[in-house]
């Protein structure tokens, strides 16, 4: 054994004793763990056998042998079964990897470049088939422990977390990671807290049809994460196809908002669709879904109480005229053509005229001038998203 090896046997405990401090101290999940002295005897136990059977198969030129993947599976299926999150188990490691590459080089000398580089090349192939293991030993208790809705959760987090462990939660779900995301957010108004397992069984039966990533993040908020072309796509692909699905599952009137953004900024474009959602009108069917660009108006004046006041006082004006509502909401989305909206909304052109005039008499502005349309299309916004109920 060289002088190398022979210097890393020797530090093997103290090594070993520093890598499970090194755990408690930057993985909440190992203090905890560690806080048991059996668990922490364990996890010594184990990273000590990890060096020095490390030093044996480099020495004798071996790499790792069947059963040593196996233990280490068996190692990492047993912390998902002690409740590690996904997270901690790969940035698990991440550290011991660092640490195992650090103590290495401390030892090292100008003497020993060609055990040295022995080393690395063992540590960084082996490294690689020992990880992957304990990955596989985590993940496949993980199937057998949580539902998929629960698992999906956790893609969810580590997603908006930018974790690297997410590649593994998401390949071993067959779930397709991407550069850029459309960030669906789902209100759900009114709807009563469910249960783990009501919940779990929407995101599923929505994951059957789809395969992407989505999870509830409030009791009325569901959060969808579906694959954009282009980070500046706006609005992204269709994901009307998606929504629809969930609102069909969920039973319930909706609001709807979406913002693209890369995946290593989604908590922006999740904050973004957030914010779009509470401006957008509320529909029991979905047959829109809101960007920033069809709710800026009502974002504007949402934040400002004196206009938001003034709004409401046009709007109470209109909610008290027959279908005035509705009747300037279908005008608006078909453009203002009088006869696509009077096929929409089943009357006569005629009538629809004669809605408009009323209109006009009670709010005193005409709804297809200019003013009209920035003062009423917004009345009508806020009062189908429910903002003045």
């Not at 890598?19 to 101290?25: L, W």
């Not at 059977?53 to 040593?68: F, I, N, P, Q, W």
């Not at 590690?84 to 003497?111: C, K, P, Y």
């Not at 279908?330 to 629809?352: E, G, S, W």
Request: with cysteine; proline share 6%; aromatic share 6%.
């Amino acid at each position: 054994m060289s002088g190398l090896l022979d210097e890393l046997m020797k530090r093997s405990d103290a090594n070993a004793r520093a890598e499970v401090k090194a755990y408690e101290r930057e993985l909440p999940d190992y203090r905890v763990h560690a806080a048991d002295p059996r668990s922490r005897a364990e996890m010594l136990d184990y990273a000590v056998w990890f060096r020095r059977h490390t030093v044996e198969l480099v020495s004798e030129s071996r790499g790792l042998s069947g059963e040593d993947l196996s233990f280490i599976g068996d190692i990492g299926r047993k912390r998902a079964e002690e409740g590690f999150s996904t997270g901690a188990a790969q940035r698990v490691l991440a550290l011991h990897a660092t640490l195992m590459l650090r103590e290495i080089n401390e030892v090292a000398d100008g003497d020993d470049l060609e055990e040295l580089l022995r080393l690395t090349a063992w540590f960084g192939e082996q490294g690689t088939r020992g990880s992957g293991s304990y990955l596989d030993g985590y993940l496949a208790a993980q199937r057998l422990r949580l539902s998929v809705g629960k698992r999906l959760h956790d893609l969810v987090d580590l997603l908006l977390a930018g974790d690297l462990s997410a590649a593994g939660l998401a390949r071993d779900l067959g779930v397709c990671l991407h550069d850029h995301y459309a960030a669906v957010v789902m209100r759900f108004p009114g709807r009563p807290p469910c249960c783990g397992d009501g919940d779990d069984a929407v995101v599923e039966s929505v994951f059957k049809m789809h395969a992407v990533p989505l999870a509830w993040r409030r009791p009325d908020e569901l959060l969808a994460l579906l694959p954009a072309c282009s980070p500046r796509a706006e609005p992204p692909d269709d994901p009307l196809p998606v929504v629809r699905d969930i609102a069909e599952v969920v039973e319930g009137p909706c609001r709807v908002g979406v913002a693209t953004g890369p995946a290593g900024r989604l908590p922006e474009a999740v904050s973004t669709a957030r914010q779009v959602a509470e401006a957008a009108p509320v529909q029991r069917v979905p047959h829109t879904v809101c960007g920033i660009a069809d709710v800026f108006v009502e974002l504007g004046v949402a934040r400002v109480p004196e206009v938001d006041q003034w709004l409401r006082d046009v709007a109470r004006r209109l909610a008290n005229g027959p279908d005035l509502v509705r009747t300037l909401d279908v005008y608006y989305r078909n453009d203002m053509n009088r006869l696509r909206a009077a096929v929409a909304l089943h009357i006569h052109p005629r009538t629809l005229d004669y809605r408009l005039r009323r209109v006009r008499e009670v709010t005193a502005v005409d709804p297809g001038s200019t003013k009209g349309v920035r003062v009423l299309s917004a009345a009508v916004a806020r009062l189908l998203a429910g903002a003045w109920t």
